[in-house]
């Protein structure tokens, strides 16, 4: 597959344990977050996204949590199974200096069995 | 099916040599953007659109052109090729800004 990171930050969680995906954003302003899941060898698909004006949303096995004035995101897997291992990424869109989207570095989730 | 397509998906070219990646939504989105990946950097944004007609810069838009004629398309034209422009590129398009974006599959572009 493709190589989408050599350098990256990298947790390893057992099978069945709850995950935690931490992301600092860069922009104050921003008001729109999301996070991204990437497999090898795939484009990233969405998983989460949360408006500035929560600070909590729930998915299936995830939850997203917004801390605006630390500008903290974080990413939370419930029972993280085989099929979590990928790199995840937080993305932010500022409502100042263009309509641009802001993507972090990432982060690799090894899943052991 | 909704989708992103982009092609070719694999190009090997030499130096100066003009090559344009092509891009396709099926979905009527507004917003449409570009993306180059490489190792430790995550995802930079090349060029971004609003809509028809309508396009931007992102982050690292030096030796890039892009053309926003039709809403489903939205190529990426490389007009004189060089070597750091080696990478894997996505295209991506959502409803508009501040919604999530699909990705296509990629194109991984080697300038030799």
């Known amino acids: 597959g493709e190589s989408v990171g050599l350098h990256l930050p990298t947790l390893s969680v057992q099978e069945g344990d709850n995950s935690i995906i931490n992301c600092a954003y860069s922009?104050?302003?921003?008001?729109?977050f999301i996070w991204y899941k990437q497999e090898s060898g795939k484009g990233p698909q969405f998983i989460i996204d949360?408006?500035?004006?929560?600070d909590k949303r729930q998915g299936q096995r995830v939850t997203v949590l917004l801390n605006k004035t630390v500008k903290h995101l974080s990413l939370q897997i419930a029972a993280t199974q085989p099929g979590d291992s990928a790199v995840y990424f937080c993305?932010?869109?500022?409502?100042?200096?263009?309509?641009?989207?802001?993507f972090g570095a990432g982060t690799r989730l090894f899943v052991k069995a | 099916e909704a989708q992103v397509t982009q092609n070719p998906r694999y190009l090997i070219t030499v130096t100066g040599k003009k090559l344009t990646v092509t891009c396709s939504q099926n979905?009527?989105?507004?917003?449409m953007s570009w993306y180059r990946q490489d190792p430790g950097l995550g995802l930079r944004q090349i060029y971004y659109s609003m809509n028809v007609e309508v396009t931007d810069k992102g982050d690292v838009p030096e030796g890039y052109k892009v053309s926003r004629k039709e809403k489903r398309n939205f190529p990426l034209i490389l007009e004189s090729p060089s070597p750091n422009q080696t990478s894997l590129y996505f295209c991506a398009s959502s409803r508009r800004l501040g919604y999530e974006q699909y990705f296509g599959p990629g194109t991984r572009l080697t300038v030799t």
């Open positions: 922009n104050s302003a921003s008001d729109y």
């Open positions: 993305a932010e869109n500022p409502n100042t200096g263009g309509f641009k989207t802001i």
């Open positions: 949360i408006r500035s004006n929560m």
């Open positions: 979905m009527n989105h507004e917003y």
